[in-house]
């Protein structure tokens, strides 16, 4: 059975048992996240153990499906496409007004992954808080290009 067979069968449960090696909602889920995530030898590594109930139903309902009728890579850029939408929706609601940061800050650490991916960048016998460190930074350097695309757009809005 292929890898992406069992994952058609695999329940939440055991998809979060995989990720933290604890069970879902049990004692140490979140410090085990944060570690595996952090300390992922590749940034697309990092997105498999960042919070797996959120990535569990975006790989069966979007990254999949995507998947079967287009390019991994731009399967990819999708996923993070909606995650981000999603989290632009709830921030939206939450302010009561329209928010669009998320998206595409999202996509552009979607478009990280990918390009890391293509380019084989590994962090793998680096230590662990060098690959956290990694990690982090490019998070945060697609929160700035986010946060400076925001500026220039409002900078056009007048």
Same mark, same amino acid.
């Given at each position: 059975?292929?890898?992406?067979?069992?994952? $058609?069968h695999?329940t &939440?449960?055991?998809?979060?048992k995989k990720? #933290? /090696? !604890?069970? &879902?909602?049990?004692? /140490?889920?979140? %410090?085990?996240? &944060?570690r595996r %995530?952090?300390?992922?030898? #590749?940034f697309?590594?990092?997105?498999?153990?960042w919070?797996? @109930?959120?990535?569990y139903y *975006? %790989?069966r309902?979007?990254? $999949?499906? +995507?998947?079967?009728? =287009? +390019?991994p890579?731009f399967?990819?850029?999708? =996923?993070?496409?909606v995650?981000?939408?999603?989290?632009?929706l709830? !921030? %939206?609601a @939450?302010k009561?007004?329209v928010?669009?940061?998320f #998206?595409?800050w999202f *996509? *552009?650490m979607?478009l990280? !992954?990918?390009? =890391? +991916?293509? #380019?084989g960048?590994s *962090?793998?016998?680096h230590?662990w808080? =060098?690959r956290?460190?990694?990690n &982090?930074?490019l998070i945060?350097?697609?929160f700035?290009?986010?946060?400076?695309?925001e500026?220039?757009?409002?900078?056009?809005q007048?």
């Amino acid at each position: 059975m292929s890898s992406a067979q069992r994952l $058609r069968h695999i329940t &939440l449960r055991q998809y979060v048992k995989k990720r #933290t /090696g !604890v069970a &879902l909602g049990a004692s /140490g889920s979140m %410090s085990n996240m &944060l570690r595996r %995530s952090l300390g992922a030898p #590749t940034f697309s590594g990092f997105w498999q153990y960042w919070n797996p @109930v959120w990535g569990y139903y *975006l %790989s069966r309902y979007i990254a $999949r499906p +995507v998947g079967k009728v =287009t +390019v991994p890579g731009f399967a990819t850029l999708v =996923t993070f496409a909606v995650s981000g939408a999603l989290h632009d929706l709830a !921030v %939206s609601a @939450v302010k009561a007004k329209v928010i669009f940061f998320f #998206t595409p800050w999202f *996509l *552009l650490m979607g478009l990280m !992954v990918v390009i =890391t +991916v293509h #380019t084989g960048v590994s *962090l793998k016998h680096h230590r662990w808080s =060098t690959r956290a460190l990694c990690n &982090l930074a490019l998070i945060a350097a697609g929160f700035a290009m986010a946060k400076a695309v925001e500026n220039q757009f409002h900078t056009w809005q007048g």
